[in-house]
């Protein structure tokens, strides 16, 4: 018989346990694979963005939940909090552009191995390789959880942390969204967010593989309808598009796929020059560098993979004099710099998504300490609910304050 009994150990699942322990609370933490913090060990390219400094007001505009659901939750932890608790158990912080905190040793399995010793030190049980199959209800309570080996576990309160769909190598497969339909709880659709696409144009993805641009704005068109927009930084892969940009509009693009809308994308590679502006600039290296080929001049204006897709899409030979360009060619290659257009055919799924879009109905879940309306000695934290955001921190943040949130709440109940 444990207090409380907490079904996965991720970034949710270890740090609720070791608020809880601290305080002399019985842990026990159902954790499916044979690893803690698997996915935390990846989070942010392998150097955990672990919260982002942002003021309330626009941190929340980063979510695309309700945000009156989300206040309690930072208002009772929020950034500074949670870089406290990091500093506190030996993980150093740095703030970088976007008001964004990493870990300062950019690894991040050193935050996973502070939490896993915190862990040792407040004799938190753990039981590795534990499949939840099933919860026992007697009424509107939860009496025990069942293995998939039959072994049966009671508590007298429990915490549903198993995370979401995304990543489901790191042990993500979306289990707690079962286990929460099968109390009675309502999900909400879930999908792949914070997600690279796959282009039709594939040819182009080939040249363009590995390129990184910067500083360039992002349109989203649907069935010719401009929808979204985006200014900042993308990359090319050999199948498709990736980078901050892509994956902050991701969510909503992910759900015009799914209406099986047509979706075309525009990047403007000199957003802040006008096509006046841009023309002339291009007339004055015209003039400037008159015996050198369209190749050559256009080195100053774009990378070298961008070059090759230019001049094909134009039809202009790369040896071609810049004497004797046309002004319908100058047109084109003005129109490509301002309008680099490619179509969007599917998202790259669950196994590359960064979070899940849906999750357990937040209409069904107190929002002042994330307990079930349903099961009255039933929790929540993380991702299972539906609750996602855009990169920079935030989801991380979300898992630390919801967290502290049902801690507070447990610790006030015995």
Same mark, same amino acid.
């Given at each position: 018989? /444990?207090?409380?009994?907490?079904?996965?150990?991720?970034?949710?699942?270890?740090?609720?346990?070791?608020?809880?322990?601290?305080?002399?609370?019985?842990?026990?933490?159902?954790?499916?694979?044979?690893?803690?913090?698997?996915?935390?060990?990846?989070?942010?390219?392998?150097?955990?963005?672990?919260?982002?400094?942002?003021?309330?007001?626009?941190?929340?505009? &980063?979510?695309?939940? #309700?945000?009156?659901?989300?206040?309690?939750?930072?208002?009772?932890?929020?950034?500074?909090?949670?870089?406290?608790?990091?500093?506190?158990?030996?993980?150093?912080?740095?703030?970088?552009?976007?008001?964004?905190?990493?870990?300062?040793?950019?690894?991040?399995?050193?935050?996973?191995?502070?939490?896993?010793?915190?862990?040792?030190?407040?004799?938190?049980?753990?039981?590795?390789?534990?499949?939840?199959?099933?919860?026992?209800?007697?009424?509107?309570?939860?009496?025990?959880?069942?293995?998939?080996?039959?072994?049966?576990?009671?508590? $007298?309160?429990?915490?549903?942390?198993?995370?979401?769909?995304? /990543?489901?190598?790191?042990?993500?497969?979306?289990?707690?969204?079962?286990?929460?339909?099968?109390?009675? &709880?309502?999900?909400?659709?879930?999908?792949?967010?914070?997600?690279?696409?796959?282009?039709?144009?594939?040819?182009?993805?080939?040249?363009?593989?590995?390129?990184?641009?910067?500083?360039?704005?992002?349109?989203?068109?649907?069935?010719?309808?401009?929808?979204?927009?985006?200014?900042?930084?993308?990359?090319?892969?050999?199948?498709?598009?990736?980078?901050?940009?892509?994956?902050?509009?991701?969510?909503?693009?992910? #759900?015009?796929?799914?209406?099986?809308?047509?979706?075309?994308?525009?990047? #403007?590679?000199?957003?802040?020059?006008?096509?006046?502006?841009?023309?002339?600039?291009?007339?004055?290296?015209?003039?400037?560098?008159?015996?050198?080929?369209?190749?050559?001049?256009?080195?100053?204006?774009?990378?070298?993979?961008?070059?090759?897709?230019?001049?094909?899409?134009?039809?202009?030979?790369?040896?071609?004099?810049?004497?004797?360009?046309?002004?319908?060619?100058?047109?084109?290659?003005?129109?490509?710099?301002?309008?680099?257009?490619?179509?969007?055919?599917?998202?790259?799924?669950?196994?590359?998504?960064?979070?899940?879009?849906?999750?357990?109905?937040?209409?069904?879940?107190?929002? $002042?300490?994330?307990?079930?309306?349903?099961?009255?000695?039933?929790?929540?934290?993380?991702?299972?609910?539906?609750? #996602?955001?855009?990169?920079?921190?935030?989801?991380?943040?979300?898992?630390?304050?919801?967290?502290?949130?049902?801690?507070?709440?447990?610790?006030?109940?015995?």
């Amino acid at each position: 018989m /444990y207090d409380i009994i907490i079904i996965g150990g991720g970034a949710s699942g270890m740090f609720v346990s070791n608020f809880l322990a601290e305080k002399g609370k019985k842990i026990l933490i159902l954790e499916k694979t044979k690893i803690l913090g698997r996915k935390l060990s990846i989070t942010g390219k392998g150097r955990c963005n672990l919260t982002n400094l942002n003021e309330k007001e626009e941190f929340l505009n &980063h979510f695309h939940t #309700d945000k009156e659901f989300l206040k309690t939750a930072f208002e009772k932890f929020f950034s500074q909090n949670t870089i406290d608790f990091f500093e506190k158990i030996g993980v150093k912080t740095v703030s970088e552009r976007g008001k964004r905190v990493f870990l300062k040793s950019n690894n991040a399995k050193e935050i996973v191995f502070a939490l896993k010793n915190l862990l040792k030190k407040n004799k938190v049980e753990i039981i590795y390789k534990a499949n939840v199959k099933k919860f026992i209800k007697k009424e509107n309570e939860i009496i025990a959880v069942k293995l998939e080996n039959k072994k049966i576990f009671r508590a $007298k309160y429990f915490v549903l942390a198993t995370g979401g769909s995304s /990543y489901p190598r790191t042990g993500s497969t979306g289990d707690g969204y079962k286990l929460a339909k099968a109390l009675g &709880h309502k999900i909400i659709p879930i999908r792949p967010s914070l997600v690279p696409f796959e282009i039709k144009e594939q040819r182009k993805m080939e040249v363009l593989n590995g390129l990184i641009l910067k500083n360039v704005n992002l349109k989203i068109f649907v069935n010719d309808k401009k929808e979204l927009e985006k200014f900042g930084e993308m990359q090319f892969y050999k199948w498709g598009i990736s980078g901050a940009i892509v994956l902050n509009l991701s969510r909503k693009i992910v #759900d015009f796929l799914k209406e099986k809308k047509k979706i075309k994308i525009s990047i #403007d590679l000199k957003p802040a020059l006008s096509d006046e502006k841009l023309t002339n600039r291009l007339m004055r290296e015209f003039k400037k560098f008159p015996n050198l080929s369209i190749e050559k001049i256009l080195r100053k204006l774009m990378p070298q993979k961008l070059i090759k897709v230019c001049l094909q899409e134009t039809k202009i030979l790369f040896s071609k004099n810049v004497k004797i360009i046309s002004n319908n060619e100058k047109i084109k290659i003005v129109k490509f710099l301002k309008n680099f257009s490619l179509e969007i055919i599917k998202d790259r799924g669950f196994s590359e998504a960064i979070i899940t879009a849906g999750g357990v109905s937040t209409k069904e879940i107190y929002k $002042k300490n994330l307990q079930s309306k349903i099961l009255k000695n039933l929790f929540f934290t993380g991702e299972v609910i539906d609750v #996602d955001a855009d990169t920079g921190g935030y989801n991380l943040q979300w898992a630390f304050s919801s967290s502290y949130l049902v801690a507070e709440k447990l610790m006030r109940n015995f």
